[in-house]
């Protein structure tokens, strides 16, 4: 028999089994990194504890975390359906392919998969519209600064970042027409002290606004040696920096659309769908702006919040040009999700190339 | 492009925090293979050092308890290895690797309840008057006491290298073991001393970076150094005040390198990126004339009875 | 007092003893560690070592230890060859990355052509690659007389940065949307190193097999093989018996290079897939433990670079079914390689009860 055929009627016995015997449903997460993190992995985990939380005995909940992307995800993945998962969720763009794999294998199972673009029957795709939050940011920054430069330390030239850079370049440069972006790639997602030293070196060139797209405390520590510079907690709140450097931060927030999601397949009412939630559904959270922000720059910052919150406003509105001068969108024209989903460009206004 | 805006000054400071870890692991490593003892588990060590010391300035308060637990831990670990290598004669190359697997998975383990807090801050050195000078103020006085004593550390031992009797005992054990034993030295006992202080030294490097460089405590935070310490070793000949300036040199090119991409300089990313290893290969190349080698018995197995 | 005495001849029962030895220590002081985290003992160690090879789905996770072993055990018998020789290549990470890299782009310069030659040209190109990286601190050994341990870590740390320059720009896939990643080769079916999925076979696997009779042979049967273990145990004896060192160096290092290169293709051609920004996951270095594990061997190579698998599977389904955490699996291998490192004691010395004094 057919490795296949054989996966899918293990499966389908031990769904018999397990349907007859109880009614918990088993929910699997697969993960990238160790649940200590403190940033991306950590986040997802507070989510599956926020199912936990929320259906009790109903739910049973497994993880598998520091998931190696390639043939290693997708055997856990396998792992986890065979022994009864009915829905599982891959927390990372580089699970893509393995997802679609096993998913192909375990028709019966639902498979959630962060931050990709690939769906099918029983695959659905999500991720946060984090450039809100950095719309958000930039507006604090670019009244916040004196230097008038604003340092940005990236991960990788990937899409997600790119568009974080141009969301916060744009609304620094609307409320404040002087502000040049310095920005750094550190070619890493964790390395706390190669970010240190990032954000030192932004520092020391002038930079008293640092944004961050990596996870780590590492950079307000920075911050917060220099003395008079601010950042932004990412992913977490980190709050514990609030008497500090952390003006405010965005942050993940998973749990909702995982309790949604859980929900529909005990309910059996589960579908395909491609959600990128923003600010208004609560993924993208902003953390408390604290008071080292003057107060009708915080309420400004909360009025943009409100807005795209609504809808009523986009962050990718017209008239907006890429970097060469070209035009991108025309006078209140907003973006498109496909050309936002694969960013590859800088706005006018930004300096220097996005390594290739 | 804006070369004016890097400012030495700050440069040279930031990167001496930079390369600490680095030169306090790499000490320690240096005088564990001087004995003749090659102990790949720095990493394992270093992150070992990295979370005792975070969870003891936790829960005590003080940094200092914080370091002293970090060097205490390290040696602790460097036990193990111990009692591999020393006692049950096995490889010293797997023995190591075995000890780095096992320091990552247990610091983990210890340091489960500690993510996401701020440990107490150490203190730096502020001299009121020679803080303050121009260039020497910050590149000289203002740092926090482990990097003063990371320095101390270096001249130290290569005092004892160079000077003392203990440091000619130690050379002798690396150089040619039996001979050393046949002259009625204890090689196992001075073995063990040399690994447990390359413990205690990777420990204070690791609780650096935990305590002083990012203050946070995450899984797998020493992300590699211990490695790059353990090629310092060998990039100093095995000389202390090499690897000193081996370490302020790779520390030195990676703030650089980040220095220059914040001044826009158009050079590609990636390639900036790779440059501090680059640069110590073709180091490495240059220095290559300097005959002197590695100890004769480093990583050979030593027992009594012939 | 104890004391140890040497054996004049390793003890052959001692050898094949000890491996079983320590697993059981280890499934002891694991049993142990994992009561310790609250679990129970006896479950955690059964799903670990019995569940991936006769539980349940042992249907699916066997093949998965093929899938897992193979690379391990072609990087360790590449490295086998060097370490007897004292040629410390501790860079087979790097050497496995390029390897994949350059297999992958003579595949997906191909792309979409298909043709029966274009996977043995990826095979070439990958063996070329780990080749040509592992000649680097050949060369600058043989010429400058730097040292190779620095020099093949520091173009590891080189290679993950080419590997994201690679994922990020030249080898995107174009229809990837701008993520980063290349195109999927399991879709390509010429550029494809399956042989069976369900089977878990690849031409990995089948190369991993050859390695080690290879290896088996060249290390007794042939001269060089001699001139290796010579020059690693008597490398004044070997200049005698006209061994060329440089000659030496050039050949185990580009063995071992070319072998986990060769690796790197296979799995980014079969299991992995892709070249992605992670595409590696540490099988360089855990190679190295699986080589000394081995104690070099080729046999025990194979055999080890087995029980590093089953630990890796079993590990995970701990993870999953019993919520163990990925530290405490961590903490497990560690444990089995000090065992297994700290008992070899026995195959070589025997304890004694004595009066005497220890040195």
């Keep these: ?356 | 492009m804006d070369l004016t805006s890097i400012n030495p000054v700050l440069l040279v400071a930031s990167l001496m925090v930079a390369a600490t870890p680095i030169l306090l692991a790499a000490i320690g490593e240096l005088v564990v293979e001087k004995a003749g003892v090659l102990n790949l588990g720095v990493e394992g060590m270093m992150i070992i050092g990295a979370v005792s010391g975070f969870a003891i300035a936790v829960e005590t308060g003080s940094p200092l308890l914080g370091f002293i637990a970090a060097a205490v831990g390290g040696a602790l670990l460097s036990l193990l290895f111990v009692f591999l290598t020393q006692v049950a004669l096995a490889n010293q190359v797997a023995s190591g690797l075995a000890l780095t697997l096992f320091g990552l998975g247990f610091s983990a383990l210890i340091g489960q309840s500690y993510v996401g807090i701020r440990p107490p801050a150490t203190g730096q050195l502020n001299i009121p008057f020679l803080s303050e000078l121009d260039v020497v103020g910050p590149i000289l006085f203002s740092h926090d006491l482990v990097l003063y004593l990371s320095i101390a550390i270096v001249a130290a031992v290569w005092y004892m290298l160079k000077f003392t009797r203990a440091g000619l005992i130690l050379r002798a054990v690396g150089e040619n073991h039996d001979a050393a034993h046949a002259l009625g030295y204890k090689v196992v006992r001075i073995r063990i001393m040399a690994i447990m202080f390359g413990g205690a030294c990777a420990g204070l490097g690791g609780a650096y970076i935990s305590l002083v460089r990012v203050p946070q405590w995450t899984e797998g935070m020493t992300a590699g150094i211990g490695w790059i310490a353990l090629a310092l070793v060998v990039f100093a000949s095995w000389k202390p005040w090499r690897v000193l300036l081996g370490a302020y040199l790779f520390g030195g090119v990676t703030v650089v390198q980040l220095n220059l991409q914040a001044a826009g300089v158009a050079i590609p990313v990636e390639y900036l990126a790779m440059s501090p290893y680059l640069i110590t290969i073709i180091v490495l190349v240059i220095l290559s004339k300097d005959k002197s080698s590695a100890p004769a018995s480093l990583g050979r197995i030593f027992h009594a009875s012939h | ?359």
């Design chain 3, 1 to 359: 007092m104890i004391m140890l005495e040497k054996r004049p001849q390793p003890s052959r029962v001692w050898s094949m003893a000890t491996p079983l030895v320590a697993v059981l220590a280890t499934m002891f002081f694991g049993g142990l560690l994992f009561m310790v985290l609250g679990k129970n003992p006896v479950e955690a160690i059964k799903t670990i070592f019995y569940e991936p090879l006769f539980g349940e789905f042992a249907f699916y996770y066997r093949p998965q230890l093929l899938v897992k072993g193979a690379p391990l055990v072609l990087i360790a018998i590449g490295l086998s060859l060097g370490f007897k020789a004292g040629i410390w290549n501790i860079g087979a990470e790097g050497q496995y990355i390029v390897g994949a890299l350059v297999g992958a782009g003579v595949g997906l310069a191909f792309y979409p052509l298909e043709a029966w030659y274009v996977f043995p040209l990826m095979v070439i190109g990958g063996a070329f690659g780990g080749w040509a990286w592992a000649m680097i601190p050949a060369l600058l050994k043989v010429r400058f007389g730097t040292n190779e341990i620095l020099v093949s870590l520091m173009l590891v740390y080189v290679a993950e940065q080419f590997l994201a320059s690679m994922s990020l720009g030249l080898m995107k896939n174009p229809d990837g949307f701008g993520f980063p990643g290349s195109r999927n080769l399991n879709d390509y079916a010429s550029a494809n190193s399956w042989i069976s999925q369900d089977t878990g076979m690849h031409w990995g696997v089948v190369a991993a097999f050859i390695a080690v009779i290879f290896s088996y042979i060249l290390l007794n049967r042939h001269m060089l093989g001699f001139h290796i273990r010579l020059t690693g145990e008597a490398p004044r004896a070997a200049k005698f018996a006209g061994v060329n060192p440089k000659r030496l160096v050039v050949f185990v290092l580009g063995m071992s290079g070319a072998l986990a290169g060769l690796a790197g293709l296979f799995e980014v051609a079969g299991p992995s897939g892709q070249i992605s920004l992670n595409f590696n996951v540490g099988y360089g270095f855990t190679a190295i433990i699986v080589a000394f594990l081995g104690r070099l061997h080729p046999v025990g190579i194979l055999l080890a670079g087995g029980l590093m698998a089953l630990t890796y599977i079993g590990g995970e389904i701990a993870q999953s079914n019993l919520g163990l955490p990925a530290s405490a699996i961590q903490v497990f291998q560690g444990m089995l390689l000090f065992f297994l490192l700290a008992v070899d004691i026995l195959t070589n010395y025997r304890l004694r009860l004595s009066a005497g004094k220890v040195a």
């Design chain 1, 1 to 356: 028999m057919k490795l296949t055929k054989l996966l899918t009627s293990a499966a389908l016995a031990l769904g018999m089994a397990t349907g007859a015997m109880a009614d918990t449903t088993k929910v699997g997460f697969v993960y990238v990194g160790p649940v200590g993190d403190g940033g991306w992995t950590y986040e997802h985990d507070k989510g599956r504890l926020a199912v936990e939380a929320e259906f009790g005995d109903a739910v049973e909940t497994t993880y598998v975390e520091n998931v190696a992307e390639g043939p290693d995800a997708e055997r856990v993945m396998t792992q986890m359906a065979l022994s009864g998962a009915k829905l599982i969720f891959t927390t990372s763009f580089g699970f893509m392919d393995p997802t679609i794999n096993v998913a192909k294998k375990f028709p019966n199972v639902k498979f959630e998969h962060a931050t990709g673009y690939k769906t099918a029957d029983n695959v659905s795709v999500y991720s946060a519209r984090f450039y809100e939050g950095r719309a958000i940011q930039g507006t604090i920054a670019g009244r916040m600064t004196k230097s008038n430069v604003i340092g940005y330390i990236g991960s990788f030239p990937i899409p997600e970042v790119i568009r974080g850079i141009n969301s916060a370049y744009i609304h620094a440069k609307k409320v404040n027409p002087d502000v040049t972006f310095k920005i750094v790639w550190v070619y890493t997602w964790f390395d706390p002290a190669k970010e240190t030293d990032a954000a030192k070196a932004l520092i020391e060139q002038g930079a008293d606004v640092i944004l961050q797209h990596t996870d780590s405390t590492s950079v307000l520590t920075a911050a917060a040696e220099a003395g008079n510079v601010i950042g932004f907690g990412q992913a977490s709140d980190m709050a514990e920096y609030a008497d500090g450097p952390r003006v405010s931060s965005i942050i993940d927030n998973w749990a909702p659309y995982y309790i949604e999601r859980t929900r529909a397949v005990i309910d059996g009412t589960w579908e395909t769908v491609n959600t990128w939630d923003g600010i208004g559904r609560g993924m993208v959270g902003i953390g408390e702006i604290t008071d080292k922000v003057p107060a009708d720059v915080k309420a400004e910052a909360l009025a943009l919040k409100a807005s795209i919150a609504s809808g009523e406003y986009h962050p990718f509105t017209g008239p907006i040009n890429k970097q060469d001068g070209s035009v991108w969108l025309k006078d209140g024209e907003t973006a498109d999700d496909g050309t936002l989903a694969g960013m590859g460009f800088y706005v006018e206004g930004i300096e220097g190339d996005i390594p290739s």
